[in-house]
């Protein structure tokens, strides 16, 4: 049970930011930026990024969801799960993989990220973009899988759902809200009414 | 020296946010909102909160413009700052707020840490629902800035009277004015549609 009173019927993330409108949009809008937009590192690799860090910070819903969003663009589940448990052995790029150690180094700590981490991506063709990104798209990984698991969201274990979600994700993007409520029609509004009648 | 090559003379996390506006426009919406903007928790404890995540993920350069922050809205109190970082249990704040640390810690180790009794604690000292989850965020929230500040290595120099006067200006006008400052603004000209 989540540890606030977050609308029901919606998954993971998506509660808190029905829970929390305000802090949605740059939420959303950072996600959209670091993960959608065109960028010269794929939206399939800069999701396996994303994936990676979810795995090793043990959050199920955001590693499912962004597992499912580099699935759909990579075409491939099985390289998906190949990154989540040893990258140096997956079909990707030596670039990719420079930068997956720089992510699993920030995911520890920033500090942990050494100049010669840095030099070995650049070796690999990495741009100075692309380093930043891959720092920002990892800590911005251990903000969100805190968020989702901080607040014990409901994280149903429905790969059905994840593999919709993550078409959505890869062809939209992440302004717009990619569920809808499933327990009721307005669950929010009966949720809240509930909860007021009980004082 | 920074990982990548950021705009110089800029320190912590303006160098990163000045290379790349485009994320550095939700970063500091994100901490508009949390911080500065209207809350039933007062901003000197919500950058209390922050302020005492940052050293927990041993970032200098947050905890030391996050506690000028705090100590700005606390008059000038640094002395409770410093309190809370090193041992918050015996520092003179509401038992709420530190109910609400408990959490926050918690989330600096993992969003799993947190515990219905951590929480339902906080709710026996009177914490609402909204200043739970904000607490959470604040805490998940720095986990990113704090990694972000130092996985590129920024240039964070040791100057605490550059972080207080810093402090009170950002305590006054809020991150998203504040990054005008450094952030290259897009011309406001009429686009030719």
Not at chain 2, 4 to 20: D, H, K, S
């Amino acid at each position: 049970m989540p540890h606030i009173d977050l609308p029901q019927g919606l998954p993971g993330i998506s509660s808190g930011f029905a829970f929390r409108p305000e802090t949605e949009k740059p939420m959303r809008e950072l996600a959209h930026i670091l993960l959608h937009e065109p960028n010269s590192l794929t939206p399939g690799e800069r999701e396996l990024i994303a994936t990676y860090v979810s795995s090793q910070n043990d959050c199920y819903f955001c590693q499912t969801s962004h597992g499912a969003a580099a699935a759909s663009h990579l075409g491939s589940e099985s390289t998906v799960k190949q990154v989540k448990t040893d990258f140096t052995q997956a079909p990707i790029s030596e670039k990719l993989k420079r930068l997956l150690v720089i992510a699993g180094k920030v995911q520890q700590g920033g500090k942990h990220v050494t100049a010669e981490d840095v030099e070995a991506a650049r070796q690999q063709g990495a741009t100075d973009l692309e380093i930043h990104d891959t720092v920002l798209i990892a800590a911005a990984f251990c903000m969100y899988n805190r968020y989702v698991d901080g607040l014990a969201t409901w994280q149903p274990q429905e790969e059905s759902m994840y593999a919709q979600m993550g078409k959505h994700l890869a062809t939209e993007g992440y302004r717009a809200s990619s569920v809808k409520p499933s327990a009721a029609e307005q669950p929010s509004d009966l949720v809240g009414a509930g909860t007021q009648s009980q004082g | 020296m920074p990982h990548i090559q950021l705009p110089e003379g800029l320190q912590g996390i303006r160098g990163p946010m000045a290379f790349r506006p485009d994320t550095a426009k939700p970063l500091n919406e994100l901490a508009e909102i949390l911080l500065h903007a209207p809350n039933s928790l007062a901003p000197g404890e919500r950058e209390r909160i922050a302020t005492y995540v940052s050293p927990l993920n041993d970032c200098y350069f947050c905890q030391t413009v996050h506690g000028a922050i705090a100590a700005a809205h606390l008059d000038g109190d640094e002395d409770l700052v410093r309190r809370v970082k090193a041992d918050f249990q015996h520092a003179d704040i509401s038992a709420k707020l530190k109910a609400l640390l408990v959490i926050a810690s918690k989330v600096q180790r993992g969003g799993k840490h947190v515990t219905a009794s951590d929480v339902e604690e906080a709710r026996q000292a009177g914490a609402t629902d909204i200043e739970i989850h904000d607490t959470v965020l604040i805490a998940a929230a720095f986990c990113m800035y704090n990694r972000y500040v130092d996985g590129l290595a920024t240039w964070q120099p040791e100057d605490e009277d550059l972080y207080r006067q810093r402090g009170k200006k950002t305590a006054r006008d809020g991150y998203v004015t504040m990054s005008r400052e450094y952030i290259p603004q897009p011309e406001l000209e009429t686009q030719g549609a």
